[in-house]
């Protein structure tokens, strides 16, 4: 198990990373399945969490169909390269991860729901991958808002990773940090499974579930 505080999660510094852009190449516009904006402002009182757990396209339908969820979009985090392109992230040289951001609202579902659907939605034990999924930007992570958060985020990995345990499933390699810039994916990345009910996802989760929360 592995907890990181910095504002950036690790990198290689031998790396030379690609230098990125400095200006968003696109603007997402409504979501798909809800119709709500998918750009800020949001609502005051609304909240937001941010997962990485391997592709995204499968991830952010994982997240959509709860109750109060707000928004989810796919895009790229936890890495260097500012404004990066999915190639870009796909070659490994900007370090991001693909991941889902969720503006949520908190009367309705708890920062704990999310942290369940997160664990068990996908396999937190395999490094840079999820399943036939390699590379880099498949890692599973957890990217934190506030203090609150980490410490609720913090409490689920040694929550989970004891069940984990008593399965003689392997160490979780998540990582937990901060969150830093979040970068819009592409158009078409977003909310793809809506568009495309057949297209490709990958994400699948361990036999072993993560206690229940309330709400």
């Known amino acids: ?128 991958r999820q399943g036939n999924d390699i590379g880099t930007q498949y890692r599973s992570g957890i990217y934190t808002y506030n203090d609150e958060q980490s410490k609720e985020a913090t409490e689920s990995m040694a929550i989970y990773q004891s069940v984990l345990k008593e399965c003689a499933y392997a160490e979780i390699t998540t990582e937990l940090c901060q969150v830093s810039e979040f970068y819009f994916a592409e158009d078409y990345h977003q909310q793809y499974l809506a568009k495309n009910p057949h297209g490709y996802c990958g994400l699948g989760g361990l036999p072993v579930l993560y206690p229940k929360t309330d709400r």
């Open 1 to 128: 198990m592995k907890e990181l505080s910095s504002s950036l999660c690790a990198h290689d510094d031998a790396i030379q990373y690609l230098p990125g852009r400095d200006t968003p190449m696109w603007h997402p516009g409504e979501h798909f399945v809800s119709a709500h904006p998918m750009s800020p402002p949001y609502a005051d009182h609304m909240q937001t969490a941010m997962f990485g757990m391997g592709c995204f396209w499968g991830a952010e339908k994982k997240f959509w169909q709860l109750n109060g969820i707000y928004i989810t979009a796919v895009g790229y985090s936890a890495g260097k390269t500012p404004y990066p392109t999915y190639e870009e992230v796909c070659s490994g040289y900007t370090g991001h991860n693909e991941v889902v951001l969720l503006v949520y609202d908190p009367l309705i579902i708890s920062y704990q729901r999310l942290l369940e659907t997160f664990w068990q939605s996908h396999n937190p034990t395999q490094g840079m």
